[in-house]
Structures are given as structure tokens and as C-alpha cells.
């Protein structure tokens, strides 16, 4: 269960926790990725492009938010992975 209280309410993003089609990915788009810019502005004040947080819209600049933000972290899953990937998961999203 997430904790966060920008993400906690979210349907879509408790699912990320536990389904792997929930995951977020380039050409996903409304609140949910709108949450997560919200985050990663919050967080480590990366870069979105206006249009795509406007749009709410899981774009290049958010995919590479995203990469910088799990690469800085550690984020990977060693069973399948050398390095970060741009995706919101399981594990990016805990």
C-alpha cells in the first residue's frame, strides 16, 4: 500500500504496486502520471516539458525524469535488468 499522500488515493498507482500491466509507460497518460511529475518535480526538480504535464502525459521528458530519478536511486530489478529502465513499476513506485 503506498503512503504517500499525493499517491496513496490513486487507484492506478496502488495498482503499479502489484500488476505489471498497471505499470506507467510512454503513451500513458491522466492523473496517475500527472501524480508522478508532481513527484518528480518534488522530489529531484527534473525537467518535464509543459506540454506533457499539461497534457498529463507520459512523454519523452517524463521517461527520462523517470530514468534519472531511478538511476540516482538504484533502481533496478537485477533478475532481468543491467540498468534503469523508463518505466514506473513495481519497484519505482514503492
Given at each position: 500500500?503506498?503512503?504517500?499522500s499525493?499517491?496513496?488515493?490513486d ?7 502489484v ?9 500513458s497518460?491522466g492523473?496517475?502520471v500527472?501524480?508522478?511529475q508532481?513527484?518528480l518535480?518534488?522530489?529531484?526538480w ?20 523517470v ?10 530489478n537485477?533478475?532481468?535488468q543491467?540498468?534503469a529502465?523508463?518505466i ?6 514503492a
Amino acid at each position: 500500500m503506498l503512503i504517500s499522500s499525493l499517491l496513496r488515493d490513486d487507484p492506478r498507482l496502488q495498482a503499479c504496486l502489484v500488476d505489471d500491466a498497471a505499470h506507467l509507460t510512454v503513451g500513458s497518460q491522466g492523473r496517475a502520471v500527472a501524480k508522478v511529475q508532481m513527484a518528480l518535480l518534488a522530489l529531484d526538480w527534473l525537467r518535464i516539458d509543459d506540454g506533457e504535464i499539461r497534457s498529463q502525459a507520459y512523454g519523452p521528458s517524463t521517461a527520462a525524469a523517470v530514468l534519472s530519478f531511478k538511476s540516482k536511486r538504484g533502481i533496478i530489478n537485477y533478475s532481468y535488468q543491467r540498468s534503469a529502465d523508463n518505466i514506473v513499476g513495481k519497484m519505482t513506485i514503492a
